[in-house]
């Protein structure tokens, strides 16, 4: 597929780092996250940052080439539309047998290298992140992959998702439907301004002041 240039930047790149944009019959300016909308298209860096710029400085009706009206909060309904849109991949995954989930399962699935990314809920504790983090310091020390772990949810956007009452940890396993939610999450990431090559013990999402810490919840025990 051909690269499409930022309207912000004014870069080349890959359209899996974009997002293309169209204006709806009313004039107002929307995500076409499927690329399938009809009209004249324009594209912009996926990350919050740059849409929220775009927006800010009226690129929208330069690129589209009609007045157009960018709403106030468009980064934000972005971001939630790539939520959504991660969550059902998630989901998907789920039901295909792509996702373990509770503590002990991602953590078995991590040292047989079945994993290929793990999910943490906000709430969840620094000793439960801090065990599987071993167990994925100890697969790259036997010479396995290095698996990314994000926080990215809340127990309830994670239990409504994956259909179980107390989510906190989650692996999503190396089969198709599996890369394919991957792929959504790590969008999901970037877009909340977080760098793809980031391999810390949890990436969290910036500028949220999330931490990890306290002691296991009776949830955790079991999810």
Known sequence: MN???????????????????????????????KRNLPGRGCWVTADRLHVDEAARRGL???????????????????????????????????????????????????????????????EASGDGVRKIAQARRALVHEGGPEIAAYKLFSETELGLALGGAHVIHAAVLAQDAGRAA??????????RGGSPEERSDVA???????????????AEDTE
Do not use: N, W
């Open 182 to 191: 991957v792929k959504r999450i790590e969008a999901l990431y970037r877009y």
């Open 60 to 122: 929208f009706a330069r690129s589209l080439k009609r007045p157009v009206t960018a709403p106030p909060d468009l980064g934000e309904k972005v971001e939630a539309l790539i939520a959504k849109v991660a969550l059902g991949a998630l989901g998907l995954a789920r039901k295909g047998g792509a996702v373990a989930l509770g503590a002990a399962k991602v953590e078995a699935s991590v040292r047989s290298g079945r994993a290929i990314l793990v999910l943490h809920a906000f």
């Open 3 to 33: 690269d499409r240039t930022c309207i912000v930047t004014r870069t080349a790149g890959d359209p899996d780092r974009l997002i293309r944009f169209v204006a709806s019959p009313d004039g107002t300016v929307v995500a076409d996250l």
């Open 204 to 218: 969290v999402l910036p500028g949220t002041g999330v931490e990890t810490g306290g002691g296991m919840t009776a």
